[in-house]
């Protein structure tokens, strides 16, 4: 399974709203991508911001 199919995945069973991915080698992008939601009806883009709650303990 590749990375997008996990991300995907994920917010096809109500795991995650939606996500951003970047990737860089040598400081250069070498991919990026967006899907899901942001927050209920507001499309993940590319330059969406995303803040941790440091509240919610992560694995």
Do not use: K, N, W
């Not at 996500?19 to 967006?34: F, G, I």
């Amino acid at each position: 399974m590749h990375v997008l199919d996990c991300l995907e995945a994920g917010i096809a069973t109500g795991r995650e709203t939606g996500c951003r991915l970047y990737a860089s080698r040598a400081r250069e992008m070498v991919a990026q991508a967006a899907m899901g939601e942001a927050r209920a009806g507001v499309p993940m883009r590319a330059a969406s911001l995303i803040f941790e709650d440091p509240g919610i303990a992560t694995p």
